[in-house]
């Protein structure tokens, strides 16, 4: 499976999947156990880390939706900061947007509120699912079989069948 195919199954995610892929990526490749508190009045915050390596506290924001990203991204790590203590931030889209704007987006978060920022939409999630080989945990998230890798038959056996 190639990176533009993971990223359309992570850009046709609906919300409930795409918050499963975020704590799968969160788990496997940031090695974080994040609490979904996803809710009205979250402080900006649809999971909290309580305490990563360094004892900080963590807010994660996840979004699907495609207007407005980066000032929804900047705003819910101000409300983080200010009403959670945040001393990390998280943003997630499942929109595919450009690495540049992406890291412009951590850059403003990092120097307007001193607030350290890692902002990934879905190129920089299915490049994630790619190098862990995420790909059947990504499938039984949205739903799909898994297959079972095929094995090889021995020549053996099929001289066998053959001759039966």
Known sequence: MNQEAIENLIISSSRIEFNEIVKLILIEDFNCSP???????????????????????????????????ESKAF?????????????RYFFFTSMRHESKSMRSLEDRISANLTLPAKCLSAKEIAGIIIEHKL??????????????????????????????
Do not use: C, Y
């Open 35 to 69: 609490i979904n508190v996803d809710a009205k009045g979250d402080g900006g915050s649809d999971f909290i880390i309580l305490n990563d390596s360094a004892s900080n506290r963590v807010a994660i924001q996840v979004t699907i939706q495609s207007a407005n990203w």
């Open 75 to 87: 705003n819910d790590a101000k409300k983080a900061q200010e009403k959670l203590s945040a001393k």
């Open 135 to 164: 790909w059947d945990d990504l499938h039984r998230i949205r739903g799909f079989p898994i297959q079972a890798p095929q094995r090889e038959i021995d020549h053996r056996e099929m001289l066998i069948f053959f001759h039966e």
